[in-house]
């Protein structure tokens, strides 16, 4: 019943911006935690960033100043802004949300969108 869609990827050049945005619906009844994953070619999944319920966002430490997680309560929607994009910035972006919906509580994932930087 809950799905989270991603979506706001594509191509860019180098040192250009995307704003990826990732809505989440279906049976909720609230979410907590929301957040960014990506992966790399022939890398793990790693960390980008997440907010909780009341917008405070922690980031990894390398990706500060580069990347900025919002959410919109009311619209179910995490956002990540990524300014300045390189080519390592290459890869799956997937979104998350710890949500509490008809039959538990548990993290959701999207499928993930595709942003690819070129040199």
């Known amino acids: 019943q809950v799905q989270l869609v991603e979506s706001g990827g594509g191509l860019v050049e180098t040192g250009g911006s995307l704003r990826l945005s990732c809505v989440a619906s279906g049976a909720i009844l609230s979410i907590n935690d929301m957040g960014w994953h990506r992966q790399a070619p022939g890398k793990e999944r790693e960390l980008v960033a997440l907010?909780?319920?009341?917008?405070?966002?922690n980031y990894k430490d390398s990706m500060r100043g580069r990347f900025t997680i919002s959410r919109d309560n009311a619209k179910n929607t995490v956002y990540l802004e990524i300014e300045n994009l390189r080519p390592e910035g290459t890869a799956v972006y997937y979104c998350?949300?710890?949500?509490?919906?008809?039959?538990?509580?548990?993290?959701?994932w999207g499928k993930g969108t595709q942003v690819t930087v070129s040199s």
């Open positions: 998350y949300g710890d949500i509490m919906h008809s039959t538990g509580y548990d993290r959701r």
């Open positions: 907010i909780s319920i009341n917008g405070i966002a």
